[in-house]
């Protein structure tokens, strides 16, 4: 039975190029994988994939008694259907470790850096093995993309070192055009639904014994996200009400370098316990405030604790 | 404040080895960090100190609020009072992965390989560190410990490389011999208290919500542990007696490859489900079984399940 190679939930470019360079890093040191995904590629993403001439991978939703190597995360609320009957072989990840245990030794490579594609380019070069061009291509956009071409707190001098030797291989001479060619493609709303456009970049966490969802827009300019405010509003209120303590909506100008935080919670007093600022009804602007992972995740965990 | 690069409870070889080398890596990759252990050095550790030239690290007993790299381990169970408020910065191990989570991205090489040895003397490498002659030998050591110079189902050609190369560096020409040296060391048991010799090798595992303790004492020869048996085994009830569901405990013969394990538990019957073989009253002999991590903890794992 070939492993499956997997990323988390609600799936970003991240999450499906590390998919798809480890299953072919790992199939080049001899394991049997395959690449998967839990859902379909995002417009941005799919622009990638196809700029690349990359395919998407299979759709997965339960893995009941496979084997796993994970990609970008390490959380049970990341995980699909099954994790329990799953055995866990590896993980690839950049974010803080979560609560996935395993019965035995496992191979994982986790780096605090601004994106898996960095890890793995790392191991790629661990283990002598070449990266493919259209590999290469497809981790330059994940960095650029989880890094906001540079601009995240979360962005270490090992991403600039990857992305400029993918670059190479790939054959991108100018990275920051390749960048905001794909941030337009990401910042675009038109004929997408409210609930896509919440869960196009969302993430469930467990914070102190609380279910609390967030979930992220990157726009080259706030105002296009004008007409769909008041939607995602609402959208995130449903949200909410399936058994969840709060949903917070970032909406990242990546631009401004700041997000406006949409807000919905059985107690908004935590938003000021954890950013010091006062939310205005139920939004607030957050200066500087660009990564999940590094700037709002850690604050809000204290702030729950 | 100096971050602590700490091992596991009752300090193996590895865990204190490992301490040192990669306290010694962190700091020449320009991080401020300390080798410290939770406990001395067995007798089996002071014979590698002594031979190699290194200093045996602080004893450390509470975290709190201190920033932690673990080395050879991820289990809360096996960590010090106070990770409540320790920041975990980074993990090397080569154990199946643990409880331990984090609040913010950290690094991890977590290897399925023999020792933790192995990996970090691949870190060296990695990041271009040379590494110092004395930790050679150390290294060495903790690799030939924990795969029972090469004999262990847990070592793998990553280990026998390591050990091939930190030879070289360290100026061993017998690494069987220097193996054999130390596994006498480790085999002496005259002088040592009950107490001592069950906790010489000895982890906490929580294992479908019972505690569960297995310890190890590995001989060159099982004869040598005739005189010593029934006082170990009055010794594991003890330990039993502090709320724990069972205790085990491997006398492992490394030349005839095999372990007799003493039991004590609330319910006796998970060793033939776990093993396949009937218990002898209070005790069995399980040929082949070496490994604690690779055919005890598993085994154990599923039939608690």
Redesign the interface.
Same mark, same amino acid.
Not at 94 to 113: N, R
């Given at each position: 039975m070939s492993a499956l190679v997997l990323g988390h939930m609600n799936p970003d470019t991240d999450s499906i190029v590390a998919a798809i360079a480890a299953a072919d890093l790992y199939s080049k040191r001899g394991f049997d994988v395959t690449p998967a995904a839990q859902g379909a590629p995002t417009p941005e993403t799919e622009f990638v994939l196809k700029k690349f001439g990359l395919s998407a991978p299979q759709v997965v939703s339960d893995v009941a008694g496979k084997d796993l190597y994970l990609v970008d995360y390490s959380d049970l609320a990341q995980a699909p259907q099954g994790m329990d009957s799953a055995t %866990?072989l590896g /993980?690839v990840d950049?974010?803080?470790?979560?609560? %996935?245990?395993?019965?035995? !030794?496992?191979?994982?490579? /986790?780096? !605090?850096?601004g994106c898996t594609g960095t890890v793995l380019k790392?191991m790629y070069d661990?283990y002598g093995v070449e990266i493919p061009k259209n590999i290469a291509g497809g981790l330059l956009c994940a960095i650029l993309s989880d890094t906001v071409i540079f601009k995240s707190p979360?962005c270490t001098e090992a991403d600039k070192k990857a992305v400029e030797a993918l670059a190479k291989i790939a054959g991108v001479s100018d990275v920051v055009a390749l960048g905001m060619e794909m941030f337009k493609v990401k910042s675009a709303v038109d004929g997408t639904s409210m609930h896509d456009l919440v869960f196009r970049d969302y993430k469930d966490f467990d914070m102190n014994g609380n279910k609390v969802g967030i979930g992220q827009l990157e726009v080259v300019d706030l105002s296009i996200l004008d007409k769909v405010k008041a939607g995602l509003q609402e959208e995130i209120a449903k949200v909410k009400g399936e058994g969840r303590h709060s949903v917070f909506l970032l909406l990242t100008d990546i631009m401004k370098e700041g997000s406006e935080m949409l807000i919905v919670s059985d107690d908004p007093a935590v938003v000021e316990k954890a950013f010091g600022v006062k939310p205005d009804g139920s939004s607030v602007w957050l200066p500087g405030v660009m990564s999940r992972?590094?700037q709002v %995740? !850690?604050n809000f965990?204290?702030a729950f604790k």
């Open positions: %866990v /993980i950049h974010h803080k470790l979560g609560d %996935v245990t395993t019965s035995s !030794p496992l191979e994982a490579w /986790i780096w !605090p850096v790392n661990f979360t992972k590094k %995740v !850690p965990e204290k």
